[in-house]
């Protein structure tokens, strides 16, 4: 073990099998592990941002679903009639361990930007507009048996 790391810093090791480029190999193979963590990572974040969530507010929830693509969220049931079965987020994309889109303000009528952090069971959304910014959380709603 001890002569191989002696030999990988050499400029001229040669293996009948592998050949001289051994660190070529290499720096393959983590870009490879690298793709796939962060493939693996995206994946996460999908899912982790998908499902149903309780506003906290008139009684609402909230369905993110994926179609084509491309990731939305509608009101599924509210203390609001008017609410129920339209688009409240849009134009989701994802940024690494964040999300980012528009939701709509229905006191206000207004698509806003917003910013959502998921974890395991919540979702921080910074709402933006101009200057100001709002954070609220939704919570994810569980499965009934």
């Known amino acids: 073990m001890v002569k191989v790391l002696l030999i990988w810093d050499s400029e001229d090791f040669s293996h009948p099998m592998i050949g001289n480029n051994i660190k070529g190999a290499f720096k393959i193979g983590v870009l490879i592990i690298a793709f796939l963590v962060t493939g693996i990572n995206e994946v996460v974040a999908q899912q982790r941002i998908t499902g149903q969530w309780d ?17 939305y969220g509608k009101v599924i049931t509210s203390g609001r009639e008017e609410a129920i079965g339209k688009l409240a987020l849009k134009d989701l994309s994802s940024q690494g ?19 959502i952090e998921p974890t395991e069971s919540t979702l921080m959304l910074t709402i933006s507009s101009g200057m100001f910014q709002r954070q609220i959380q939704w919570t994810k709603v569980s499965a009934k048996p």
Request: glycine share 8%; no cysteine; aromatic share 20%.
């Open 55 to 71: 506003t906290g507010r008139v009684h609402s929830v909230v369905k993110i679903y994926q179609v084509q693509g491309e990731y």
């Open 97 to 115: 361990n964040s999300w980012s889109g528009k939701i709509y303000v229905f006191k206000r009528q207004k698509w806003f930007d917003v910013t």
